[in-house]
């Protein structure tokens, strides 16, 4: 019972022709999750090595991962919808991954930002218009964020596992950041923007029913917390403007702290970032 589609709101949208098809899907997914032995469409991850090393000597030292970490996994996903596309993850992470990432944000949270997304400005060295933030804290938001340091050998695995499932090169993942949510903390509704294809949120524990959330109300669809678990889905439009469909908030816990990553996959490579397009988090 990871994700519910609340009937209701989809009984309310009757004339609409997703209802039968999407019920189908939710279905299928229910039972994967429950323990059917029906499996989802399988993705492989392709092993990954981190190196480092000087190219004039041609030396290569090969990084060792702790234990746990995984570099090569098969991922299974179930699709919720098609349109849009939103797709969920089994065990995206394990524990020992989300142990290790939780340690890199111990003790460096800081309250969360939020920004105009859709805000755009012209880069006057190239002409081109780039994607620009500006970040400020806002009641419309109250959690805890911290940005994960990109040089670290596991932060880099995730980032190339986030791009495989997203299809996109890894130069154009941003910066992995873990959100903190304890009771009464949320984020009221929000797009993450059109300029990023992708959003991968990935869930680091597990919340009782009714509790943490995330909510799309324009779909009545809920996803409850489940530890390991990472849901994707597509921000533009085929035209490139955002989707107002996939507007999104996250709900409050009540009665536990929750912990979760966004990941987002941007239109330009990191180095054509510019600054903070990696906190404008869920």
């Known amino acids: ?51 480092e090393g000087d190219a004039s000597v041609a030396t290569v030292r090969t990084y060792s991962y702790p234990p746990g970490i995984r570099t090569s996994v098969e991922l299974f996903r179930s699709v919720v919808m098609e349109d849009p596309k939103i797709v969920i993850f089994q065990q995206f992470l394990n524990d020992a991954e989300i142990d290790y990432l939780m340690k890199l944000a111990e003790g460096r949270f800081y309250p969360s930002l939020t920004g105009a997304a859709d805000a755009y400005a012209l880069n006057e060295a190239s002409g081109q218009r780039m994607n620009v933030l500006e970040e400020k804290r806002s009641s419309n938001r109250t959690s805890f964020s911290c940005v994960l340091d990109t040089e670290d050998p596991v932060v880099q695995l995730i980032q190339r596992r986030v791009a495989f499932v997203a299809e996109y090169p890894a130069s154009h993942v941003e ?25 991968v949120f990935i869930y680091l524990n597990t919340l009782p029913e009714g509790e ?27 035209s490139g403007a955002p989707d107002d469909r996939v507007l999104h908030q996250a709900l409050a816990p009540k009665t536990m702290t929750k912990y979760g990553m966004n990941v987002f996959v941007n239109e330009r490579p990191r180095s054509n970032h510019p600054p903070g397009t990696s906190t404008i988090v869920h």
């Open 212 to 238: 943490g959330e995330t909510y799309f109300p324009n779909l009545g669809v809920r996803f409850r917390p489940t530890k390991g678990v990472a849901v994707m889905w597509t921000n533009p439009l085929p």
């Open 1 to 51: 019972d990871f994700y519910r589609i609340m009937s209701a709101e989809l009984e309310a949208k009757a004339e609409s022709t997703i209802s039968d098809e999407l019920s189908e899907k939710v279905q299928k997914g229910l039972n994967i999750l429950e323990g059917s032995t029906e499996k989802p469409e399988a993705a492989s991850e392709q092993p990954a090595t981190a190196t």
């Open 175 to 199: 910066r992995l950041s873990v959100v903190r949510y304890e009771p009464g903390q949320y984020f009221n509704l929000h797009h993450d923007g059109q300029f990023r294809p992708r959003t």
